[in-house]
């Protein structure tokens, strides 16, 4: 065991140590995972001149490029620490800042905040929330996260994509299918459109405290799709296919919305009835078996 003369020379030795230059990368995830962030700053542009439909849309393709950056790492075994970290990064722009803006965006524009200071700061701290919870969601799935296809099974806490698909969803349904349904100058169109836009704030906080909370959500791809399954789930995945071809906007909105309350929902039928083992993590091994979100370390996530 080495001796040194003083503790800034064990420190100086230790930083030589861990100082490593970066050499190899893989490409083609990585670039994916970068267009997942290039997507969350276009949205921003994008409600930055209130084109809410469209920003919407593009977050959506966001979610797609960070579900498929994961399974082609995965795919060609080219999994790193690097790719994790740049998911989370990425993550952070389009599922944390940019859903938040838009609501900021959306709320301005259909309200005059700057007459309503106890308004427009509530609104601000909400999405300040919203996207501080992020943070740590991703944060916390990097330190506990395994590289093991196997373990990904199920979700502790909402996942960060699910959280920001029920802004999107609500959002995309105000602005293109709402007109559609109701005749803008009826009352019934006024009181919903309203309906939708005030609760954005009240829901970005729910969000935030379900993406940071430990209620379990399951992983739809991995336990209802992926392998051999019961014919009942070829049943309802066709279901949800006929939905999204019949109306998307509407599809969005059950799928993003009744997915954050499934979880919540089970937690309180648990809660309820003491079964306490389905509200926490498992112990140590089958806890790590549950965890999965939008980053991956030491891989790229294949749904953030």
């Not at 795919?75 to 900021?104: N, R, V, Y």
């Not at 969005?252 to 079964?275: D, E, P, Q, R």
């Amino acid at each position: 065991m080495p001796k040194f003369k003083t503790q800034a020379a064990k420190q100086n030795l230790l930083r030589k140590v861990r100082r490593q230059r970066l050499k190899y990368i893989t490409v083609l995830p990585s670039l994916i995972t970068i267009l997942n962030g290039v997507c969350g700053f276009a949205s921003i542009v994008l409600a930055a001149h209130d084109e809410f439909t469209k920003a919407g849309y593009v977050l959506l393709l966001a979610m797609i490029a960070d579900m498929l950056d994961g399974r082609l790492a995965r795919i060609s075994k080219s999994t790193s620490s690097f790719g994790g970290q740049l998911d989370s990064l990425c993550d952070i722009i389009s599922f944390g800042i940019a859903p938040a803006f838009l609501m900021l965006k959306i709320l301005e524009n259909k309200f005059e905040l700057a007459e309503l200071e106890l308004l427009e700061r509530f609104i601000w701290l909400t999405a300040a929330a919203y996207t501080s919870c992020t943070a740590i969601r991703l944060a916390r799935f990097n330190v506990e996260n395994e590289d093991q296809e196997s373990v990904h099974m199920s979700f502790i806490g909402l996942p960060t994509p699910a959280a920001a698909g029920v802004i999107i969803s609500l959002i995309i349904f105000h602005e293109e299918t709402l007109p559609k349904i109701f005749n803008t100058n009826t009352a019934a169109f006024v009181t919903t459109a309203n309906t939708i836009i005030y609760a954005l704030p009240f829901l970005a906080l729910v969000l935030a405290v379900l993406m940071v909370s430990r209620i379990r959500y399951q992983h739809v791809l991995n336990q209802y799709i992926k392998g051999k399954k019961p014919f009942a789930h070829l049943t309802w995945l066709l279901l949800g296919i006929g939905i999204i071809i019949w109306n998307l906007q509407i599809a969005l909105v059950v799928i993003f919305c009744g997915f954050a309350a499934s979880g919540f929902a089970k937690w309180l039928f648990y809660k309820a009835t003491h079964k306490t083992d389905n509200l926490i993590p498992l112990a140590t091994g089958q806890a790590n078996a549950m965890a999965i979100d939008g980053a991956n370390p030491p891989t790229q996530s294949d749904t953030a």
